[in-house]
């Protein structure tokens, strides 16, 4: 007799059942989770209808690397983004549940799941800097990244933490990519490169809406991370010959930094954005999933760097990022969606109440990464995080606009916040 | 459902002498009603508005819209005072690509170097009716003929 198989889908409410028990949430905005927590696969004729002139394909960054027919990026009928990786069904790093398949219908591109085709879909489309090259013979695209609207600097491509064995955050493929990738890319990207590419990427007409700067941590200085304050500083003044205004529509997600080099951020520079990730939202767990962060700042001080920085950069500008149900991981992760995120939406309580605004990154399990094999979050409790945090962020009057479904277009909260 | 709208109404709409105005309500249902020259009908023969203010109540209200599959309104008033009323819904909000570079430019040209472009909103007509005075109140005359103060008959 042949074993009957159990599906994780008898386990949690499906997509159609979360849309109805939450039915102030925006069905696009559940589907993006949906479809980030579970990530895409592509049917071979949808993978044939790609164009590459059309579609951004090709892909350098600091968590990923390719170079195919797969598109960058996903982009729903009302503008929602969605970044989700390919995943192949049989990899075994799929989070314990199946991706969605785009495939094509009535001569569209659509997503899919269990053959019903769900929701019409788009491609983030390629930007014209992307076939250019610097004066030292880079292509632009292996310097800066695009997603619809934000241009992305990814300086240093390693990070500091997986140097020290055992320190990097556990959910995090960097160290992996890296090391996949160290024989055709650089550890440090080049400065005058990249801003050639973003002085190119600048003559788009109406493209890009924001600079984001992202990097590995960089330890190293005088003090700790003056060597990573340093680079930030040296490319953003490269940046700022580009703009008649002193200040523009620039993020930084970096480590947190002390006053002082905070100060120099926001006095020497365009920057106008401040996150830094904490990560996860409870004090233990995270000590446990970012040793790394957890060993050279810890979770306190990391908090009170960020009042800080919202002190110095003002209303809306700060705030930190979360990997959203990678605290519920086994065997430290906390017991019960019901406790985290009683637990986790009061800290980020106290982060609102001091002016830090919470950007929620849906957790999928990531190839190369500590965590590989792991079970991501159920789309009941991450949906519910995202409608705690836009309360929050309404009671709080705090603004998004740092990291919306423009400038950012990863955060199912700040995505609630268009309405 | 959506319906074609014929080729008199798409001069009309497109007709930069008409006057439009778009009705759109938030969360809690409460109206907002704007001048809005810049609804069109498109190749497809959708509406097609451009927002210009990406912070805007109407902006935030199509937004609803879209998510929520709510209808908005669009009133047009001709230069000869013909009056219709558009019911659709919002199918699309376009924020990039080649649709979205091309109406940024032309903004920006009509508009001059400050003007920016948030979205180009895609807007499924659903059903028009003509609202010109003396065509509702014959339609109201032939469907109820009987109401009205007495002293009139
Ligand atoms: S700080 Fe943590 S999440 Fe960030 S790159 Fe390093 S290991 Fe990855």
Redesign the interface.
Known sequence: MAESKHSWREDELSLQEVIKKYPDVSPFVILKTDVQRRGVDFTQRAIDAVDPDRDAVVYRGIYSEKNDRIPNGLILRDGTTILADRVVPSSGFNGGRDPYLIDIADGKAVLTDEGKVIEEVGYWPKPDYFDKVTSSGKPMWQVLVARPQRMDINLYQNCDFWKDIGMGCKFCPIAATYSKTKNIKREHLDYQDVAEAVAEALKQPGRFRMIQLCSGSLLGGKELLDDEIDQYITMLKLLEKNFSHKKVMTQLISTAHNERQLRRLHEETILTGYTADIEVLNEEIFNWICPGKAKYIGYQEWKRRLYQAAEIFGPGAVNTGIVSGVELVKPNGFRSEEEALEKGLAEAEELARHGVGVAQTVYRVAEGSYFQKQKAASLDYLTAFAKGLDTLQRRYRQEAYFDDYRTCGNHPNTDLARI | MSIQLNDQMIALINDPKTLKVLASA??DGIPHVVFKGSVSVNADGKLQYLEII?TSQTN??L??S???RRQVAVGILTQDSRNYQIKGTP????????L??KN??AV?ERFGKDAD?S?VWIIDPEEIREETFSVQASREREAYPLIGHLDRF
């Open positions: 938030d969360q990406e935030r209200n937004v609803h879209i998510w929520f199918v699309r909000a376009v924020i990039c690509g080649e979205f570079e940024y430019i920006r472009l979205t």
